[in-house]
């Protein structure tokens, strides 16, 4: 079982930036994909980005040019630098774990962009 804690969410204002964080622990797999995913009111889960352990990354259109996904294999965490944010980025963004047998989801970090 993977345990997944998200960290790094709150209130911006538009241009700003905030840096997300998700540890996780418990039974990691040597081999694993880690990322974010975000959920607007009203509207789908949908794909932020992910990263292999590897470290290779995948980016939706809408973030690509500003988000950056990051990780620490040594310390299990992965990391979600937002730039530039805009109002249509407000989400509940929750970190995700996949291996081949099973996938994870933590409990969702809120990021509110406002001015």
């Known amino acids: 079982q993977v345990q997944l804690v998200e960290s790094g969410g709150g209130l911006v204002q538009p241009g700003g930036s905030l840096r997300l964080s998700c540890a996780a622990s418990?039974?990691?797999?040597?081999?694993?994909?880690m990322g974010w995913y975000r959920q607007a009111p009203g509207k789908q889960r949908d794909l932020v980005a992910t990263i292999s352990r590897s470290g290779i990354t995948n980016y939706a259109d809408s973030v690509k040019d500003r988000f950056t996904i990051s990780r620490d294999n040594a310390k299990n965490t992965v990391y979600l630098q937002m730039n530039s944010l805009k109002a249509e980025d407000t989400a509940v963004y929750y970190c995700?774990?996949?291996?081949?047998?099973?996938?994870?989801w933590g409990q969702g970090t809120q990021v509110t962009v406002s001015s």
């Open positions: 418990g039974g990691i797999s040597s081999i694993n994909t």
């Open positions: 995700y774990y996949r291996v081949i047998t099973n996938s994870f």
